[in-house]
């Protein structure tokens, strides 16, 4: 006979010659050749035989609480009111104590959450082999895809589905005014001068379903018909008529792209033209029809100065005709500049020193 003590939170399970005898609490007791298998009551229960024979006793079955996970299933248990661990299917027993379990259980079998499960939990990394997380932000929509069809649209947010077989597609488009670069378009014009230009174009999405269901690449059909745009009004005008009319592309483009763009679920918001280059001949006789147009401007303005000019000295010589006056002070304004320049002047003989300025540089 021997003595076996079985402390406080603890259980003992009897056996002999392999055989469960019964369940042992809190207490001494005097057994004789009987195994003894301890088991402390604040963790799980691991059975070291058939649960289904031990649970036959009904004391035994009492002081467990038995948790069966299904195919497809998850339970969430929660110790004391806190996320414990993940059970995945199969079957648990824990003991009846001070310890509070509870249990959650989730069919994982189907994408929605549908459970009373919060979010702070499923973020918690017990939690994430089992869940896959997408992120719409703000300025973005999406389109949600399952098992290659179409489910739903996506506003901007969080969202959280069971990872399972079940294959989830997520695209998305950005809602925000973006810029396509059209650039190194050669171009023929209706007088056959080939034309290298660059261009822009700003536009939004504004149909998603449009733009992701109903058409492929969408950006690339945009670019297309901006494109086609730009060649048909280039090659409806001569070289001259092109240079001169050129603020009148963009919106004819706009226009022209307008529908198209609508059919792709896009608002055109603006077009222009960076820049156009010209051929290394082309832009040579450019040069010099710009050299002798400047050049033709220069003489008329020259012609026109020297003509004002010749008038204002003709009316000057009026004026002094007719004025002795005005003569005599025009001949002191000459007498000051020259002596301006002039540091010393000698005269000779007796007559008046005007006289002899004026002898000097007044034809007679």
Request: proline share 2%; no cysteine.
């Amino acid at each position: 006979m021997k003595k076996e003590i079985v402390n406080k939170y603890e259980v003992a399970l009897v056996f002999k010659k392999g055989v469960y005898q019964g369940i042992l609490k809190e207490g001494k007791y005097w057994l004789w050749n009987e195994e003894v298998r301890k088991y402390d009551l604040t963790q799980p229960f691991y059975a070291p035989m058939e649960l289904n024979l031990l649970l036959q006793d009904p004391l035994l079955a009492a002081a467990l609480e038995v948790v069966n996970v299904k195919e497809n299933e998850i339970a969430l248990h929660y110790e004391n009111g806190l996320l414990k661990q993940v059970l995945a299917p199969g079957r648990y027993t824990f003991w009846r104590s001070v310890v509070v379990n509870e249990f959650v259980y989730a069919d994982i079998s189907k994408i929605e959450i549908t459970e009373s499960i919060s979010r702070v939990t499923l973020q918690h990394r017990l939690l994430l082999p089992y869940i896959r997380t997408y992120n719409v932000e703000n300025y973005e929509k999406a389109v949600l895809f399952v098992d290659g069809k179409y489910a739903q649209t996506l506003e901007s947010g969080s969202y959280t589905w069971w990872k399972n077989n079940i294959t989830i597609t997520v695209g998305k488009a950005d809602t925000r005014a973006q810029q396509l670069e059209i650039n190194g378009q050669e171009i023929l014009t209706k007088d056959k001068a080939a034309l290298r230009v660059n261009g822009y174009a700003q536009y939004r999405v504004t149909d998603i379903e449009k733009a992701l269901l109903e058409n492929k690449e969408y950006e690339k059909q945009l670019y297309v018909a901006f494109q086609l745009a730009l060649r048909e009004y280039i090659g409806g005008y001569a070289f001259d008529e092109l240079l001169a009319g050129k603020e009148t592309i963009g919106p004819f483009i706009l226009q022209a792209v307008k529908e198209k763009a609508a059919a792709l679920g896009i608002e055109v918001t603006g077009f222009g033209i960076r820049d156009i280059i010209l051929p290394g001949d082309v832009k040579e006789i450019m040069n010099k029809v710009l050299i002798a147009e400047k050049n033709a401007q220069a003489n008329s303005i020259m012609r026109r100065e020297e003509t004002a000019s010749t008038r204002s000295l003709l009316n000057t010589a009026q004026l002094m005709e007719d004025n002795a006056m005005l003569w005599k002070l025009k001949e002191m304004e000459y007498v000051e500049k020259i002596a301006e320049k002039i540091n010393n002047i000698s005269v000779s003989g007796n007559g008046v020193l005007l006289d002899q300025l004026k002898q000097m540089f007044v034809t007679k």
